[in-house]
């Protein structure tokens, strides 16, 4: 079982639906990072979180430290959110990242 | 400042030949890390440095794979005799070392190796 556990694998949405991707853990951490990455693969740090709840534009980022497990949601989807988005957890007392596989998501005009 | 930057973004080599990939870091940014991902994966971890010092290094680094930081600044990943299996985006991410300070990682657009 991988450390570091994403849900789905692959998600299809219409423009404008409300999306919500799910990253469990099982590791003690120090920060859980939501990152996208695009076809060219360069990837863009889109949240850091260590406790609470996050909010930039259309995305929200919410982290359960008890429960550990993370969600990352997008309101009003649009094509252009079409990119794999990852969880990456910072494991307590290292600097070493895991990551999870990521979800892959499609958004259709 | 534009981030971290990765060179080359794109190699193409022969089976048994040696490559070398470069990152530059955020300037600031004391800790560097670099990181393999393969089609379809998430990044794993291959090393990271604090300044010039490689503090820690995955298994995943055989004795092709080595990586250095002379100076404290950019970073080399070399990996002597490739193999097909070495084919992949080669990350490199920075941070800022800080006490009492949940730091971010930054990430570079990566270098994808082909190996032929």
């Known amino acids: 079982k991988n450390e570091v556990e994403q849900s789905p694998q692959n998600l299809t949405a219409q423009e404008g639906e409300f999306i919500t991707i799910n990253c469990s853990y099982s590791?003690?951490?120090?920060?859980l990072h939501w990152l996208q990455q695009h076809p060219g693969g360069g990837i863009v740090s889109l949240f850091m979180?260590?406790?609470g709840k996050k909010k930039h534009g259309r995305l929200i980022a919410t982290i359960n430290i008890q429960e550990k497990h993370s969600s990352l949601h997008i309101t009003a989807s649009h094509p252009r959110d079409s990119a794999v988005y990852i969880c990456?957890?910072?494991?307590?007392?290292?600097?070493?990242?895991?990551f999870g596989t990521g979800t892959r998501l499609k958004v259709l005009a | 400042d534009t981030g971290v930057s990765q060179n080359p973004r794109h190699k193409i080599t022969k089976r048994g030949q040696n490559v070398t990939f470069r990152c530059d870091p955020i300037?600031?940014?004391?800790?560097l890390y670099w990181y393999r991902q393969t089609l379809g994966q998430g990044p794993e971890f291959l090393t990271y440095?604090?300044?010039?010092?490689?503090?820690?290094k995955s298994r995943l680094l055989s004795d092709r794979f080595s990586a250095e930081r002379p100076k404290g600044s950019f970073s080399t990943l070399e990996i002597q005799r490739t193999e097909q299996g070495d084919s992949a985006m080669y990350l490199c991410?920075?941070?800022?070392?800080?006490?009492?300070?949940?730091?971010?990682?930054?990430f570079g657009q990566g270098t994808r190796l082909t190996v032929v």
């Open positions: 300037s600031e940014h004391n800790r």
């Open positions: 990456a957890v910072r494991t307590s007392g290292t600097y070493k990242y895991i």
């Open positions: 979180l260590s406790s």
């Open positions: 991410a920075s941070s800022l070392s800080a006490v009492l300070s949940n730091t971010e990682a930054f």
């Open positions: 590791v003690g951490i120090s920060a």
């Open positions: 440095f604090q300044n010039e010092a490689q503090l820690e």
